[in-house]
């Protein structure tokens, strides 16, 4: 397995993203990104990189997270540090 990374643009913005997907090929990963976003992107039809399965684990939009929470946020995250 294989992590291939392929740069889409947004049909109506035209703004571009990189999205990966881990796959045996880079076809397998391209259709699986197609699935997902296909209906507002047109996926490239090569990747622009390829990396070891599983490099990047995961991705965490923290983006909208409220203002107001962000004690109640640091509270947790440290009693699971402290928790170690």
């Known amino acids: 397995m294989k992590q291939y990374q392929f740069e889409i643009i947004h049909k ?3 703004i571009a ?3 990966r997907a881990t796959a045996q090929t880079p ?3 391209r259709a699986q990104i197609v699935l997902m976003y296909g209906q507002t992107h047109k ?3 090569l990747f622009c990189d390829i990396n070891p399965a599983h490099k990047i684990l995961g ?3 923290c983006s909208d997270f409220p ?3 962000i004690p109640w946020l640091m ?3 440290n009693i699971v540090e402290s928790s170690l």
């Open 12 to 14: 109506q913005t035209s």
């Open 17 to 19: 993203n990189m999205v």
């Open 27 to 29: 076809e397998i990963a």
């Open 43 to 45: 996926v490239m039809d």
């Open 59 to 61: 991705e965490i939009d």
């Open 67 to 69: 203002e107001k929470d």
């Open 75 to 77: 509270a947790q995250a």
